[in-house]
């Protein structure tokens, strides 16, 4: 089973940019699709980003795409979520989450495995 930890959260100012890190063990991470899930105070959690096993596809919610980016690196057993020109909106506890075999999943529920989180907060 694979375990995974999140980095990189902080506070920035709107406009500024922030990239987080999942870092994977116990676990072939190559055979995991992963995603990005971001939870606010007093809102249920939401799909941020997907990326295939292999890295080729990816998939993005509307309200980030073309400011974030998903990617990973199977040899360093990690993934990434490089997220620019951040929002006030996008203040958020971000966690990772990977699936066996898995796709590109928005469906926080087809994921087994969760990091505990990281704290993004941008300044409005």
């Known amino acids: 089973q694979v375990q995974l930890v999140e980095s990189g959260g902080d506070f920035v100012h709107a406009g500024g940019s922030l990239r987080l890190s999942c870092a994977a063990s116990?676990?072939?991470?190559?055979?995991?699709?992963m995603g990005w899930f971001r939870q606010a105070p007093w809102k249920e959690r939401e799909f941020v980003a997907a990326i295939r096993s292999s890295g080729r596809s990816t998939h993005y919610a509307d309200s980030v795409k073309g400011l974030f980016t998903i990617s990973r690196d199977n040899a360093k057993n990690k993934g990434y979520l490089q997220m620019n020109s951040l929002r006030h909106e996008d203040t958020a506890v971000y966690s990772c989450?990977?699936?066996?075999?898995?796709?590109?999943?928005?469906?926080?529920?087809?994921?087994?495995?969760w990091g505990q989180g990281t704290q993004v907060t941008v300044s409005s």
């Open positions: 116990r676990g072939t991470f190559s055979r995991y699709g």
């Open positions: 989450a990977a699936r066996f075999l898995g796709g590109l999943e928005s469906d926080d529920k087809t994921y087994a495995y």
